[in-house]
């Protein structure tokens, strides 16, 4: 972070399902970083805004994520708060995926999920509503 690169994430869950990213730059590839709501607001901080103050941070005080699927409840939460995802188009995919990337300065977010019903019907909800 102090050497202003742009990061690269991936969600994710650990063996021990403890929410993390996983963070590359092109100096470093798949370091991962366990998540807690401040940890996160770090990350997305230094993604919009190149602030790499991290006083205060503690990755290591997280806890077991709850939900069914920490990619999904993630992309979910970034388009509810008005940011702009871009989907890859579905004729691009395989039949058993779908890609989405948010490109912010200095960084990016990519997703790739399982195409389930629910995730396609989430995409169908957001196409159409926008």
């Given at each position: 972070?102090?050497?202003?690169?742009?990061?690269?994430?991936?969600f994710?869950?650990?063996?021990?399902?403890?929410?993390?990213?996983?963070v590359?730059?092109?100096?470093?590839?798949?370091?991962?970083?366990?998540l807690?709501?401040?940890?996160?607001?770090?990350?997305?901080?230094?993604?919009?805004?190149?602030?790499?103050?991290?006083f205060?941070i503690?990755?290591?005080?997280?806890?077991q994520?709850?939900g069914?699927?920490?990619?999904f409840?993630?992309?979910?939460?970034?388009?509810?708060?008005g940011y702009?995802?871009?989907?890859?188009p579905?004729?691009?995919e395989?039949?058993?995926h779908v890609?989405?990337?948010?490109?912010?300065?200095?960084?990016?977010?990519?997703?790739?999920l399982e195409?389930t019903?629910?995730?396609?019907?989430?995409?169908e909800?957001?196409?159409?509503?926008?």
């Amino acid at each position: 972070m102090k050497q202003r690169e742009s990061i690269n994430l991936k969600f994710r869950c650990n063996s021990d399902n403890i929410p993390c990213a996983t963070v590359e730059t092109s100096t470093l590839q798949n370091l991962m970083y366990q998540l807690s709501p401040q940890s996160w607001q770090w990350l997305l901080g230094y993604l919009e805004n190149g602030i790499d103050e991290d006083f205060g941070i503690f990755p290591m005080q997280v806890s077991q994520y709850k939900g069914a699927c920490f990619q999904f409840d993630m992309l979910k939460s970034l388009i509810e708060t008005g940011y702009k995802i871009q989907f890859a188009p579905m004729f691009r995919e395989t039949l058993y995926h779908v890609s989405a990337v948010l490109p912010l300065i200095n960084g990016k977010i990519f997703f790739r999920l399982e195409r389930t019903n629910e995730i396609m019907n989430y995409i169908e909800t957001i196409k159409t509503t926008a």
